[in-house]
């Protein structure tokens, strides 16, 4: 079973950056399992989104037209990492951002809470 930690989540200003992360645990049993992987994000009152996606070959995809240009994301597979640099954040964007398989979603982690606002 793999279990996703995010952090690096906050409060900034619109215009600010954040760096988040992403966290993979695997059991035994699943070792040398490794994904292509997606930064998803919820708004309050919204439903949960894809952001964008990063397979195991390093090829990323956003599929939020609104992020392209302003997110980055990219993974440390040696260090099972996933990572989300946000740049030219908006209020748009806040949201709880998750980590997950992509395209069949496992369990979901916590989450971290992104709030763009002046």
């Known amino acids: 079973q793999v279990q996703f930690v995010e952090s690096g989540g906050g409060l900034v200003q619109p215009g600010g950056s954040l760096r988040l992360s992403c966290a993979t645990s695997?059991?035994?049993?699943?070792?040398?399992?490794?994904?292509?992987m997606g930064w998803y994000r919820q708004a309050p009152g919204k439903q949960r989104d894809l952001v964008a996606t990063i397979t195991v070959g390093g090829s990323t995809n956003y599929a939020d037209s609104s992020v392209k240009g302003r997110f980055t994301i990219s993974r440390d597979i040696a260090k099972n990492l996933v990572y989300l640099q946000m740049n030219s954040l908006k209020p748009e964007d806040t949201a709880v951002y998750y980590c997950?398989?992509?395209?069949?979603?496992?369990?979901w982690g916590q989450g971290t809470q992104v709030t763009v606002s002046s």
């Open positions: 997950n398989k992509f395209p069949s979603p496992s369990s």
């Open positions: 695997r059991t035994i049993g699943s070792i040398g399992s490794i994904y292509n």
